[in-house]
């Protein structure tokens, strides 16, 4: 397994995050899930809904899991690194309290939901895979996101 971008958020990762950041449309929301082992990166990166990721690799389900649901005032506001040549996508480190054991996690995936008031799974576009191979035993587990962010374009 590797972190990669879904093959139908390529070039379009900032823009999605730059829609929630300025409430365009008012409920958008970027989602953090978090599912259990599965298919290979090759066969989720063609997948377009976050529906058809989970009937690949199916969500978590311990004690102590829940989707993140981050709105407006939990995106930064996005901001070119001329210096650097870069536009890069960073959210807060995420912690997930008291998760008990049971299903070992093993990727972390942030989406795209244009209407968290009406949508479903099958509107939400999956935009990032990222690596998160941990076993949950009654802690707390944070998902750390490192100095490079969730995604970065050169």
Known sequence: MANFVFNVAKGRVAEFFNRVDTNDPTNSAI?????????????????????????ATAEVTNSGYARKVLVDTDIATLSPDDTNDLMQVTIANQTW????????????????????????????????????AVTPDGSDITATIGGTGVYQAS
């Not at 259990?36 to 989720?44: C, E, K, V």
């Not at 990727?107 to 968290?116: A, V």
């Open 31 to 55: 989602v953090v899930v978090v599912a259990q082992a599965g298919s290979t990166d090759a066969a989720l990166k063609d997948l377009d809904t976050l529906s058809a990721v989970l009937a």
């Open 97 to 132: 309290t008291g998760v008990a054991a049971g299903t070992g996690w093993a990727r972390l995936f942030i989406c795209y939901d244009s209407d968290t008031a009406a949508g479903t799974d099958a509107n939400i576009i999956p935009l990032t895979s990222h690596d998160f």
